[in-house]
């Protein structure tokens, strides 16, 4: 048995799948290509059978990168494996991901089928795709809620069958550590091919109970040798697997003896790219990359600290890269000192863009004291906003206690200036009354979150809503130090979105 773990990441494939979270394959290569930089063994870049968009992305991720290992999903059809086939024509290294659902929930009310003709679905899907390609990959959809005895009868076929790879997801997030590292143990023991290396066995664990990573090690230490996961989690409703979190345990217990690709030092720009790229932010007390992660309040720890490190940290920043001794951005900062920062935190910019980015962070830096990761990292994505028919050319609000709110707005649509006003019941509703009378569409307001970036009163917010239209829902996102502004902006990014 191998002491390498291989990394499979499918933050392009189960974590876009996060409603609002969806990326243009521009961004999708850059994720990739910051993924290659980490070390990642095997991309999962998407499912093509699913839409022309994730046909593409395979296509071209399949072109940007050169030593992972480029994977597309398929369902266990012929159909699917056709269309990942033609997807993945450009990929060095390619695999199909193909499976069924084993459990009886999926057996019986998914496919109104039986036991044995899952089998030979299953069979026949790896037999298809081995056609193709030499790297076949089979899931076991639910095999958390599999019994042990029909999932290696399963597991077994398929390996006859050709697959390389089989992976055990835990679809549910409802399998006990040990039940999942029971599952993988009973696996290793009494399907042929498993001990001698011919097919290795995958996690894939979701956080429903909040147990994805504590599964995962459970799989690993009892056999499994790759382990499916995402940058910060994220996923199908409670995420997935974090990568950051099994790399780091890895690294701290070296005891264990297995070993990884990752290239620790590239988590954490890797982290705020997706996080940024998603418009995802991550939690403050997340694992490994929170903003709190190494954050010391208490007046105990803090002495500790001081005294010597290891008394309350596992972890180096450094090793996750971040730098204690980062350069401080304010309004004096010149584009070196940006630049630096941007490159820190994983993003390259042309020389125009970054022009464009530094008059906004001059801009930014005038109305706050200190410029944070997450502030630049909203200003180098402002861009993609360039490209809207309709944008946000002023807006004027006066409120207060005890008058009513009213609001004025200017939209540039296409070239022509327009403008409107309208009275609310506070100000970002006045604002958006203002909008919908310019914009006359029968469009609801379905969600409103709003998220301060950091601490202070001068940081910029953070805005996430979700419109209904014709019958779709739409996703939009705004950043800016005035909330109702941040606000306008987000509700405008839906409309630009709105299917014609």
Request: proline share 2%; hydrophobic share 40%.
């Amino acid at each position: 048995m191998s002491d390498r773990l291989f990394i499979f990441d499918t933050t392009l494939r189960d974590g876009e799948q996060v409603p609002g979270c969806q990326l243009n394959t521009v961004e999708k290569i850059q994720v990739a290509k910051q993924l290659e930089a980490l070390g990642v063994d095997v991309i999962e870049a998407g499912f093509p059978v699913s839409s022309p968009g994730d046909f593409n992305s395979v296509i071209e991720i399949s072109k940007a990168v050169t030593w992972p290992t480029i994977c597309a999903l398929t369902r266990a059809v012929e159909r699917d494996i056709d269309i990942a086939v033609e997807a993945l024509k450009y990929a060095k290294h390619k695999r199909i991901h193909t499976g069924i659902g084993t459990s009886d929930s999926h057996i019986k009310f998914k496919f109104n089928s039986t036991r044995e003709e899952i089998i030979e679905r299953a069979v026949a899907a790896v037999e298809y795709a081995k056609r193709f390609v030499e790297d076949v990959e089979f899931y076991a959809e639910d095999a958390g809620r599999t019994d042990n005895e029909y999932l290696a009868r399963v597991i077994e076929a398929v390996v006859k069958a050709g697959a390389t790879v089989c992976n055990i997801p835990d679809t549910t997030g409802y399998c006990l550590p040990d039940e999942f590292g029971a599952k993988i143990r009973y696996l290793m023991e009494h399907v042929d091919g498993l001990s001698s290396g011919k097919c290795i066995l995958s996690t894939h664990c979701h956080n429903d109970l909040g147990m994805a990573t504590a599964n995962t090690m459970a799989g690993i230490l009892n056999g499994a040798r790759q382990a499916e996961v995402t940058i910060n989690g994220i996923g199908e409703r409670a995420g997935n697997t974090s990568l950051e979190e099994v790399a780091m345990i890895l690294r701290c217990h070296r005891g264990i003896g297995i070993e990884t690709n990752i290239n620790t030092q590239k988590i954490y720009p890797t982290s705020r790219l997706v996080s940024s790229l998603m418009n995802m932010p991550v939690q403050p007390n997340k694992a490994i990359v929170g903003r709190n992660a190494f954050a010391h309040s208490s007046g105990i720890h803090q002495d500790g600290v001081l005294k010597n490190v290891e008394t309350y940290e596992i972890i180096n920043p450094k090793d996750v890269g971040i730098d204690d001794n980062s350069i401080v951005l304010t309004a004096r900062s010149g584009h070196a000192a940006l630049k630096h920062r941007l490159q820190t935190l994983g993003i390259e910019l042309s020389d125009e863009a970054l022009d464009k980015t530094y008059e906004a962070f001059l801009q930014l830096a005038d109305q706050k004291k200190e410029i944070t990761d997450d502030d630049i990292l909203m200003l180098a994505g402002a861009d993609r906003t360039a490209a809207h028919a309709i944008k946000l050319d002023y807006l004027q609000v006066t409120t207060g206690k005890g008058v009513r709110s009213v609001a004025a707005i200017g939209l540039n649509i296409s070239g022509e200036r327009f403008e409107a006003s309208a009275s609310g019941n506070g100000p970002v509703d006045a604002a958006i009354k203002a909008l919908k009378t310019i914009i006359r569409r029968q469009m609801t307001l379905k969600e409103f979150t709003i998220q301060a970036i950091s601490k202070g009163s001068d940081d910029v917010g953070k805005v996430h809503m979700q419109v209904e239209y014709d019958g779709h829902l739409y996703y939009g996102f705004g950043a800016n130090t005035d909330i109702v502004t941040a606000s306008v902006e987000a509700y405008i990014d839906c409309i630009n979105k709105f299917k014609k």
